[in-house]
Protein backbone atom coordinates (compact mmCIF):
# COMPACT_ATOMS: atom_id res chain seq x y z
CA UNK A 1 0.00 0.00 0.00
CA UNK A 2 1.41 3.42 -0.83
CA UNK A 3 2.17 5.51 1.95
CA UNK A 4 1.02 9.33 2.35
CA UNK A 5 3.49 10.90 0.27
CA UNK A 6 3.55 7.98 -2.60
CA UNK A 7 0.15 8.66 -2.96
CA UNK A 8 0.97 12.88 -3.08
CA UNK A 9 3.46 12.24 -5.73
CA UNK A 10 0.84 9.74 -7.54
CA UNK A 11 -2.25 12.46 -7.29
CA UNK A 12 -0.12 15.10 -8.79
CA UNK A 13 0.90 12.62 -11.87
CA UNK A 14 -0.66 14.10 -14.81
CA UNK A 15 -1.15 10.63 -16.45
CA UNK A 16 -3.31 9.82 -13.82
CA UNK A 17 -5.08 12.94 -13.54
CA UNK A 18 -6.12 12.13 -17.20
CA UNK A 19 -7.38 8.72 -16.31
CA UNK A 20 -9.50 10.07 -13.64
CA UNK A 21 -10.54 12.68 -15.36
CA UNK A 22 -11.47 10.61 -18.20
CA UNK A 23 -13.47 8.37 -16.05
CA UNK A 24 -15.15 11.12 -14.21
CA UNK A 25 -16.22 12.33 -17.83
CA UNK A 26 -17.59 9.05 -18.90
CA UNK A 27 -19.47 8.77 -15.81
CA UNK A 28 -20.89 12.22 -16.09
CA UNK A 29 -21.65 11.32 -20.07
CA UNK A 30 -23.07 7.68 -20.09
CA UNK A 31 -24.78 7.30 -16.32
CA UNK A 32 -25.52 11.12 -14.97
CA UNK A 33 -26.93 12.42 -17.27
CA UNK A 34 -29.25 9.84 -18.03
CA UNK A 35 -30.36 8.97 -14.94
CA UNK A 36 -33.34 10.97 -14.52
CA UNK A 37 -35.70 13.26 -11.91
CA UNK A 38 -36.29 10.02 -9.52
CA UNK A 39 -32.33 9.71 -8.72
CA UNK A 40 -31.87 11.85 -5.43
CA UNK A 41 -30.25 14.94 -5.76
CA UNK A 42 -30.65 15.02 -9.43
CA UNK A 43 -30.48 18.52 -10.52
CA UNK A 44 -27.53 19.00 -8.63
CA UNK A 45 -25.76 15.61 -10.00
CA UNK A 46 -26.43 16.97 -13.51
CA UNK A 47 -25.13 20.61 -13.18
CA UNK A 48 -22.49 18.94 -12.26
CA UNK A 49 -21.65 16.55 -14.86
CA UNK A 50 -22.61 18.99 -17.30
CA UNK A 51 -19.54 21.31 -16.24
CA UNK A 52 -17.57 18.70 -16.13
CA UNK A 53 -18.56 17.44 -19.82
CA UNK A 54 -18.54 21.28 -20.96
CA UNK A 55 -15.16 22.16 -19.08
CA UNK A 56 -17.32 25.48 -18.11
CA UNK A 57 -15.52 25.78 -14.53
CA UNK A 58 -12.15 24.92 -13.42
CA UNK A 59 -12.78 21.57 -12.14
CA UNK A 60 -9.62 20.53 -10.11
CA UNK A 61 -7.65 17.63 -11.51
CA UNK A 62 -5.85 17.23 -8.48
CA UNK A 63 -8.64 16.69 -6.29
CA UNK A 64 -10.67 14.43 -8.37
CA UNK A 65 -7.40 11.99 -8.45
CA UNK A 66 -7.07 12.41 -4.57
CA UNK A 67 -10.81 11.34 -4.02
CA UNK A 68 -10.18 8.60 -6.31
CA UNK A 69 -6.57 7.53 -4.29
CA UNK A 70 -8.80 7.79 -0.82
CA UNK A 71 -10.87 4.43 -2.29
CA UNK A 72 -9.18 1.87 0.24
CA UNK A 73 -8.63 -0.61 -3.38
CA UNK A 74 -6.99 1.83 -5.33
CA UNK A 75 -4.29 2.70 -2.49
CA UNK A 76 -3.28 -0.44 -1.73
CA UNK A 77 -2.70 -1.13 -5.80
CA UNK A 78 -0.91 2.65 -6.21
CA UNK A 79 2.88 2.44 -6.63
CA UNK A 80 5.22 5.71 -7.25
CA UNK A 81 8.24 3.75 -7.79
CA UNK A 82 6.94 3.33 -11.77
CA UNK A 83 6.08 7.43 -11.99
CA UNK A 84 6.36 9.29 -13.98
CA UNK A 85 3.21 8.58 -16.43
CA UNK A 86 3.28 4.82 -15.44
CA UNK A 87 -0.01 4.23 -13.05
CA UNK A 88 -1.16 1.10 -14.58
CA UNK A 89 -1.05 -0.44 -11.26
CA UNK A 90 -4.29 0.43 -10.59
CA UNK A 91 -6.91 -0.67 -13.01
CA UNK A 92 -9.35 1.43 -15.35
CA UNK A 93 -12.19 -0.54 -13.91
CA UNK A 94 -11.28 0.60 -10.20
CA UNK A 95 -10.57 4.49 -11.20
CA UNK A 96 -14.46 4.15 -12.91
CA UNK A 97 -15.78 2.25 -9.48
CA UNK A 98 -13.89 4.52 -7.48
CA UNK A 99 -15.72 7.67 -9.25
CA UNK A 100 -19.24 6.54 -8.74
CA UNK A 101 -18.20 6.26 -4.91
CA UNK A 102 -17.38 10.09 -5.14
CA UNK A 103 -19.25 11.91 -7.76
CA UNK A 104 -22.02 13.15 -5.33
CA UNK A 105 -18.65 14.94 -2.77
CA UNK A 106 -17.18 16.06 -6.00
CA UNK A 107 -20.44 16.88 -7.24
CA UNK A 108 -21.33 19.02 -3.43
CA UNK A 109 -24.12 16.85 -2.83
CA UNK A 110 -24.62 15.96 0.54
CA UNK A 111 -26.60 12.89 0.68
Do not use: K, W
Not at 9 to 26: H, K, P, V, W
Not at 40 to 51: C, G, K, M, N, S
Not at 75 to 99: C, H, K, Q, R, V
Amino acid sequence: MADLQDLGTIASDEAFQNRCMMALEQYCANTVTTEGDQIVDHTQREAYALEVMNQQNQISRLAVAEAILANLTIAAEANASTLPGDTASIPDGDIEFAITQVFNDLAGVST
